[in-house]
Structures are given as C-alpha cells and as structure tokens.
C-alpha cells in the first residue's frame, strides 16, 4: 500500500515566524514531489514541485527532499495570516501512461497575526 | 493559457439518484486528466484518470464510472448514487510530457442525502 503521511496538525505559528512541514512516503519508486495549499472550500493550488534530494526555493518557500529517509519538507519563511490554509503533501510519478500521485491527508497551518 | 472548468460547483441529489459531472481543459492538446474525490476527513483519493480518449484506468472499484468522449473533456457518472459518495470531486490534468505539474479544477461538492 503506496501511503503518504503527515501530521494532520494544527500547526500554529506566530506572524512572521518559519511554519515547518513534514511528510513521509513509503514508494521508493516515487520520483515528484508535491506542496499543495487548499484554503477552505477551495481546490487545492499547486506551491512547488521537487524531485532531487536537497533544497529547492522560490519566494518564501522552501522544498526539501530527502529520499534516503522518505522525507520531504516544506519551510515557510516570514509566515503570513494569509498562508493559513491546509498544506497537502502528494508523492508519486506524472507523464506516461501510469501517471497518478498519492496524497497525504494534509496539515492545517494557523498563522497568527 | 490553459484553464480547467467543473460544474455544476455544486450538488444535492437523493441516494439512489445518477450522477454525471462535468471538466473540460481549454488551451491544451491531449492532456492527462484525472477525478479524485476529497471526503471529509480523508485525504485526496484518485478516482480515475486518462491519458487519451476513451482510455480510462479505475483506482477504486466502486459505483463510480468515468468517460472521455472528447480530447479535453471528462465525465463522471453514477447510475445510482450512495450516502458515501458524498465529498468534494475534483478534476486535474497535466500535459502528458510534463512531469512535474498537476492542476486542479475548482471542484464540484456531492451531498447524497
């Protein structure tokens, strides 16, 4: 059973501060993967995408991978009340015939003004 | 640019009642689409996906089918719908050479009563 896991939360976080997310994946043979934020009643909207082990940065965001212990991160520098949302982690391989990703059931993230 | 659309965005329908729900992607060719349902407290499950007309692959077996009549366009139906098919039905795609990129429609929330 391909699973991914995270930490439902909440998680709050003062504004400002670094908000840290977490997510492990049991499919080694997952090569993406994915931060989504879903506000609520909303779709979930796509953050940023990493596939190599290491850091990967845009903005405030910080993605990390780490494939030997089927981890990966997501940092959120100088939060914002506005980044309250819930955070979905998705691992799995895109494009070909066998695409599909596999979803953690997310964390909800508080930033408190 | 390309855009997705669902409707209707929102549904009530008795259990028992069919169901047909409706995404179509505007500005692209060939795209990979697929249905994940979102109930409450679960995480985001993939339903179906399709990397061509008339090529379905089914990750859940269950009172839910799914159809491709057109390049862009993805339907979801149900003879007969049960109190469990409730949730938050979201359509997505990627182009079929990307593998890092996964968009998400607005969604389409069933409540079976």
């Known amino acids: 059973q391909k699973e991914v896991e995270q930490n439902s939360g909440p998680l709050s976080v003062p504004e400002g501060a670094i908000a840290s997310l977490n997510c492990t994946y049991s499919?080694?043979?997952?090569?993406?993967f994915f931060w989504y934020r879903q506000y609520s009643g909303k779709s979930p909207e796509l953050i940023m995408f990493?596939?190599?082990?290491g850091d990967k940065e845009d903005g405030r965001f910080t993605a990390q991978l780490n494939k030997a212990s089927q981890y990966v991160s997501l940092l959120i520098r100088d939060s914002q009340p506005s980044d309250s949302a819930t955070y979905l982690c998705?691992?799995?391989?895109?494009?070909?015939?066998?695409?599909?990703?596999?979803f953690g059931k997310g964390t909800k993230l508080s930033v408190k003004p | 640019s390309q855009t997705i659309h669902q409707w209707p965005a929102t549904l009530v329908q008795p259990v028992g009642s069919p169901l047909s729900l409706e995404c179509t992607v505007e500005?692209?060719?060939?795209?990979?689409l697929y249905w994940y349902r979102q109930a409450a407290g679960r995480g985001l499950q993939l339903l179906f996906y399709?990397?061509?007309?008339?090529?379905i692959s089914s990750e859940v077996p269950q009172n839910l089918s799914a159809s491709r009549p057109q390049d862009r366009q993805f339907i979801l139906s149900s003879k007969k719908l049960l109190l469990s098919d409730s949730g938050f039905y979201l359509c997505?795609?990627?182009?079929?050479?990307?593998?890092?990129?996964?968009?998400f429609g607005p969604g389409t929330r069933l409540t079976v009563l």
């Open positions: 997505a795609w990627n182009p079929p050479t990307s593998t890092d990129t996964q968009y």
């Open positions: 499919d080694r043979g997952s090569q993406s």
């Open positions: 990493i596939y190599s082990n």
């Open positions: 998705a691992g799995g391989n895109l494009g070909g015939s066998q695409g599909n990703l596999i």
């Open positions: 500005g692209t060719s060939n795209p990979n």
């Open positions: 399709s990397v061509g007309i008339g090529q």
